[in-house]
Nanobody
Framework: QVQLVESGGGLVQAGGSLTLSCVAS????????LGWFRQATGKEREFVGA????????YYADSVKGRFTVSRDSAKNTVYLQMTNLQPDTTAVYSC????????????????WGQGTQVPVSS
């Protein structure tokens, strides 16, 4: 059983940057694909980015490519989401998740989810 806890959210001005952290307890995260998703008010949860088990490859939604970076620190059992040039339309609750297949973009791939952290972006 993996437990995930996100942190680092908070109010940021448009154009600003923020780094979210997701710390896992339980089995090592090296056994899992790690993903970040976000959900804005009134919208479905959507894929943001993901890292392969070994951390060598990352995948991103087109809307964040070039601005967001997923990375992991195996020693700390932590995955990060670095976000730059944030805009009001990126306001959402951001959640990390751990999954067991390579279907990175699918919510159903992920077995374990954090509670989420809010990222409001002001204009």
């Amino acid at each position: 059983q993996v437990q995930l806890v996100e942190s680092g959210g908070g109010l940021v001005q448009a154009g600003g940057s923020l780094t979210l952290s997701c710390v896992a307890s339980g089995p090592s995260l090296s056994s899992y694909v790690l993903g970040w998703f976000r959900q804005a008010t009134g919208k479905e949860r959507e894929f943001v980015g993901a890292s392969t088990r070994n951390g060598v490859y990352t995948y991103y939604a087109d809307s964040v490519k070039g601005r967001f970076t997923v990375s992991r620190d195996s020693a700390k059992n932590t995955v990060y989401l670095q976000m730059t040039n944030l805009q009001p339309d990126t306001t959402a609750v951001y959640s990390c998740a751990a999954g067991s297949t390579n279907l990175y973009r699918l919510r159903s791939n992920y077995n374990y989810w954090g509670q989420g952290t809010q990222v409001p972006v002001s204009s």
